[in-house]
């Protein structure tokens, strides 16, 4: 019983190391786009989501 409690907690560590490198991520994502300067804000505004090709077939 006791190898099965202490197997449990070491795959704990896989669970905890996922959440914590998928939330470093995020939060690094978050703040480069938060202290982003509003000249960078207002090009990446302007770029298109689809290339020249697609906007020709739609229409």
Avoid at 5 to 26: D, H, P, R
Avoid at 45 to 57: F, K, Q, W
Wanted: net charge positive; aromatic share 12%; glycine share 4%.
């Amino acid at each position: 019983m006791f190898r099965r409690l202490i197997l449990e907690n070491w795959m704990a560590v896989f669970t905890i190391t996922a959440f914590v490198t998928a939330l470093t991520v995020y939060v690094s994502c978050a703040w480069r786009a938060l202290r982003m300067k509003p000249i960078q804000r207002d090009r990446f505004a302007r770029m298109p989501l689809e290339g020249d090709e697609g906007v020709s077939e739609r229409e």
